[in-house]
T-cell receptor
Framework: ETGVTQSPTHLIKTRGQQVTLRCSSQ?????VSWYQQALGQGPQFIFQ???????GRGNFPPRFSGLQFPNYSSELNVNALELDDSALYLC?????????????FGPGTRLTVL | DQQVKQNSPSLSVQEGRISILNCDYT??????FLWYKKYPAEGPTFLIS?????DKNEDGRFTVFLNKSAKHLSLHIVPSQPGDSAVYFC??????????FGAGTRLTVKP
């Protein structure tokens, strides 16, 4: 059974650029949630995708968008990058809408915006 | 808005002793609470949870206590082991898809 994987591991971008982060969910999981973890803080919920549809969104601007594909992998896109977007981006997959303990996290993508 | 707070950024205990990690929340609508453990370069891993209808949940060396009137939960680890050294996050939810995390407490267990 393959766990949650994310790519790339690290990424450096400049202000104003666009970035795409990728997540492969755990086998059998059809739900993916994305979180932003800034330095010294806990993960903050960005949004969740269930069966290719957005199913809830946190307090993030529209320049944060996502996709979920038929194989339940997912992308997080961030446009017009700002310095404050520098963070660890985590995705978590689950089966159905099981949150909490049913979520399995990937190792994260560390994004640095210069 | 910091709806979930972990006021101790770090905690150091001796191997074999009890570790107590604390968490406070402000939203009375939260009905499900979790603890996650995070090692460097890894994602958080689920440790233990408790629903608001209970005041205690135990799993081996780990016990979570919930005090709803005080809006406080704690994680007890007994006995603490060096492998428990990690960052611990508490999280709370009132819906399945919107978990709020605390800032984390770094636990160091000294041999």
């Amino acid at each position: 059974e393959t766990g949650v994987t994310q790519s790339p591991t690290h990424l450096i971008k400049t202000r104003g650029q666009q970035v795409t982060l990728r997540c492969s969910s755990q086998s059998g999981h059809n739900t993916v949630s994305w979180y932003q973890q800034a330095l010294g803080q806990g993960p903050q919920f960005i949004f969740q995708y269930y069966r290719e549809e957005e199913n809830g969104r946190g307090n993030f601007p529209p320049r944060f968008s996502g996709l979920q594909f038929p194989n339940y992998s997912s992308e997080l896109n961030v446009n017009a990058l700002e310095l404050d977007d520098s963070a660890l981006y985590l995705c978590a997959s689950s089966s159905g809408l099981a949150g909490g303990g049913g979520q399995f996290f990937g190792p994260g993508t560390r994004l640095t915006v210069l | 808005d910091q709806q979930v707070k972990q006021n101790s950024p770090s905690l150091s205990v001796q191997e074999g002793r009890i570790s107590i990690l604390n968490c406070d929340y402000t939203n009375s609508m939260f009905d499900y609470f979790l603890w996650y453990k995070k090692y460097p370069a890894e994602g958080p891993t689920f440790l233990i949870s408790i629903s608001s209808i209970k005041d205690k949940n135990e799993d081996g060396r780990f016990t979570v206590f919930l005090n709803k009137s005080a809006k406080h939960l704690s994680l007890h680890i007994v006995p603490s082991q060096p492998g428990d050294s990690a960052v611990y996050f508490c999280a709370a939810s009132d819906r399945d898809n919107d978990m709020r995390f605390g800032a984390g407490t770094r636990l160091t267990v000294k041999p």
